[in-house]
């Protein structure tokens, strides 16, 4: 039986990157499949294969990152690498954080929810599968009465921004995106779609199908350089294009911290940026290359070592790679990636805003951690056992067939032959009352 299967992500390429296999997956296996995006990433659906469906959306995203609620959220100080199982542990201001992050996530659903259900009552959908912070996904899911699916982007905990995290109580404007069509809230997807080694990811109770992480960065095509052999160590430094687009002006940035700490190393330097990051370096420098919309991909396979700031697309290509990382966390999320991928071995963490306190003991430090990365094999040998973990999960298409089930019954059948249990066993969560 050929389904209609929706897909639908906000305005940010790194939401709809990790996506884009499963919509090929669906795809060959005969289904009809559409993305429900806003006009800013009608193009980028298109570039990757996939039919867009463009819906209004009105969400100033830079502007909400940037407003006074969130606007330290991008360079934090170091959270406690627990908080996420104890929220006792958050400060007042943390915490009020945490819930206006929330916020920001359900007014991105609101400005992009009408045309989502729209669509979708036309087009009839059976199966939803939505980012796991597009609440309008879930929305939509409900409307029509059908199961929905929400694709993990490479964190190692599932986000639920929507609830109390001391109460698990759900938020009175997350409730109010349901009211609007009537329907009663759906907190949760029915599954979630988590490329995430098992060791790597916290474990949780809700049902989650792990699959294998299939690297999408966007289109482009390989260099001749690529080609050649190595003649020394290669070090990629990544530094992301959200970050350029919501830094606000005078933010201490590590970035610079980290083009001094890699100059003059015993290595050749590939920075993979966006233009705007390309002005800011003396790209004459002997053993600097600087490289634009190439693909991660690509590039990683041939690297020793990465240094980034801990999105989860950057993470898990690294991760799929099995290159050491270097991550410079500016945010909550990612000092939990970083931590984590340190304990396992395969990564050394540095936070941000400690970087920035001394900018010369910072740099220091940069450098210190990524010789540790090049000098010690420990790191190659970490990285290299959790990319085996990696690679032995499911593919997107062999979760074909339980999207199917789930499609066709609302519920998740018996796990097929190279599937994994789609429950991960662990403590539970406050639930709602």
Not at 61 to 69: E, F, Q
């Amino acid at each position: 039986m050929i389904l209609r299967i929706l897909l639908t992500t906000w305005a940010w390429p790194s939401h709809l990157f990790p996506m884009v296999p499963f919509g090929w997956a669906l795809q060959a296996a005969g289904h009809e499949v559409r993305v429900a995006v806003g006009p800013a990433l009608t193009d980028a659906v298109g570039r990757a294969g996939l039919c867009p469906v463009t819906v209004r959306d009105d969400a100033d995203l830079v502007g909400m990152s940037t407003a006074p609620a969130l606007n330290s959220w991008h360079h934090q100080q170091r959270w406690t690498s627990d908080w996420y199982d104890r929220p006792e542990l958050l400060s007042r201001a943390q915490r009020e954080m945490y819930a206006a992050l929330g916020h920001k996530q359900t007014a991105m659903a609101s400005a992009m929810v009408d045309g989502v259900v729209d669509f979708a009552r036309a087009w009839r959908p059976d199966l939803v599968v939505h980012d796991a912070v597009t609440f309008a996904g879930l929305v939509a899911g409900a409307v029509l009465g059908v199961p929905t699916a929400a694709t993990l982007w490479g964190n190692i905990a599932i986000p639920r921004h929507q609830r109390d995290p001391f109460t698990g109580e759900l938020a009175p404007d997350f409730v109010a995106l349901f009211e609007r069509f009537g329907v009663a809230p759906k907190p949760e997807p029915d599954v979630w779609l988590d490329p995430c080694p098992p060791r790597m990811g916290l474990p949780s109770s809700e049902p989650r199908l792990t699959s294998r992480y299939v690297p999408y960065n966007g289109p482009g095509g390989s260099p001749d350089w690529l080609l050649a052999p190595v003649g020394r160590r290669r070090v990629c430094v990544t530094w992301g294009i959200t970050t350029g687009r919501i830094q606000s002006d005078g933010d201490p940035d590590v970035f610079d911290q980290v083009v001094e700490a890699v100059s003059g190393l015993d290595a050749e330097v590939v920075f993979a940026l966006s233009a705007a990051q390309r002005e800011r370096l003396d790209t004459g420098a002997a053993r600097i290359r600087v490289v634009e919309a190439l693909p991660l991909n690509l590039l990683l396979p041939s690297c020793a070592a990465v240094v980034h700031q801990g999105g989860g697309g950057t993470t898990m290509t690294s991760v799929w790679s099995g290159t050491p990382q270097l991550i410079v966390s500016p945010r909550p999320e990612q000092m939990m990636t970083g931590d984590r991928l340190e304990q396992l071995g395969a990564a050394r963490h540095l936070v941000r805003t400690e970087l920035t306190a001394d900018p010369r003991a910072g740099t220091k430090a940069l450098r210190s951690a990524l010789l540790d990365l090049l000098d010690d094999g420990a790191y190659a040998r970490g990285a290299a056992e959790l990319r085996g973990e990696l690679l032995a999960q499911p593919t997107p298409a062999d979760l074909v067939p339980r999207l199917e089930e789930l499609a066709a019954s609302g519920t998740l059948g018996t796990p097929g032959r190279g599937d994994r249990p789609t429950v991960v066993t662990g403590t539970p969560r406050r639930k709602a009352k």
